[in-house]
Antibody, heavy 118, light 111 residues
Framework: QVQLQESGPGLVKPSQTLSLTCTVSGGSISSGSYSWTWIRQPAGKGLEWLGRIYTSGSANYNPSLNSRVAMSVDTSKNQFSLKLSSVTAADTAVYYC??????????WGQGTLVTVSS | QSVLTQPPSASGTPGQRITISCSGSSSNIGSNSVYWYQQLPGTAPQLLIFRNSQRPSGVPDRFSGSKSGISASLAISGLRSEDEADYYCATWDDSLSGYVVFGGGTKLTVL
């Protein structure tokens, strides 16, 4: 069973770039047709899908964030990453990484809180 | 404003059966599978239902999902206190370049 663990700064200043990494354990990030996904949840609010990437490099992003978000995969480290630029307080949230194969639903990491504040 | 519409709250007493609805459109629920996630307080969401009505191993058969047209439902029978959680529906939306959309979530209270 694949396990996921998010890591990165818990505090980011406004206008800067938020960077998070998700480390995959219990399996290879290169095996099978899995998508590697980021989802966030502001405190007391619902879930927002940020985007997904495949190890081929192909990616889909949420249209509401398209110009600010970028994802990448590092197969040598069994990790994938999220970058969100020009952050504001509205980007303060718990950020989850997740994975799924076609039709299987998501397996989630435990989440990491990122606060945007000066 | 979420693309998928769920009631913000639901409630029931132990042993009761409740349903949570999820309404969308032809570009999302109408043409793609629906997934349901349970989020217990302070924890990450967990998969409850996949491909509209399938249960992952370990999920009790008290939980069931269905889909018809542009709507989906999650039913919980034999309600238990540990079912008190937030429930989210999700699916792929074919509009623009395609992306995953979630419902706004339903907070279930077991009275």
């Amino acid at each position: 069973q694949v396990q996921l663990q998010e890591s990165g700064p818990g505090l980011v200043k406004p206008s800067q770039t938020l960077s998070l990494t998700c480390t995959v354990s219990g399996g290879s990030i290169s095996s099978g047709s899995y998508s590697w996904t980021w989802i966030r949840q502001p405190a007391g609010k619902g879930l927002e899908w940020l985007g997904r990437i495949y190890t081929s490099g192909s990616a889909n992003y949420n249209p509401s964030l398209n110009s600010r978000v970028a994802m990448s995969v590092d197969t040598s480290k069994n990790q994938f990453s999220l970058k969100l630029s020009s952050v504001t307080a509205a980007d303060t949230a718990v950020y989850y990484c997740a994975t799924s194969s076609v039709g299987s639903g998501y397996t989630w990491g435990q989440g990491t809180l990122v606060t945007v504040s000066s | 404003q979420s693309v998928l519409t769920q009631p913000p709250s639901a409630s029931g007493t132990p042993g009761q059966r409740i349903t949570i609805s999820c309404s969308g459109s032809s570009s999302n629920i109408g043409s793609n599978s629906v997934y349901w996630y349970q989020q217990l307080p302070g924890t990450a969401p967990q998969l409850l239902i996949f491909r509209n009505s399938q249960r992952p191993s370990g999920v009790p058969d008290r939980f069931s999902g269905s889909k018809s047209g542009i709507s989906a439902s999650l039913a919980i029978s034999g309600l238990r206190s540990e079912d008190e959680a937030d429930y989210y529906c999700a699916t792929w939306d074919d509009s623009l370049s395609g992306y995953v959309v979630f419902g706004g979530g339903t907070k279930l209270t077991v009275l």
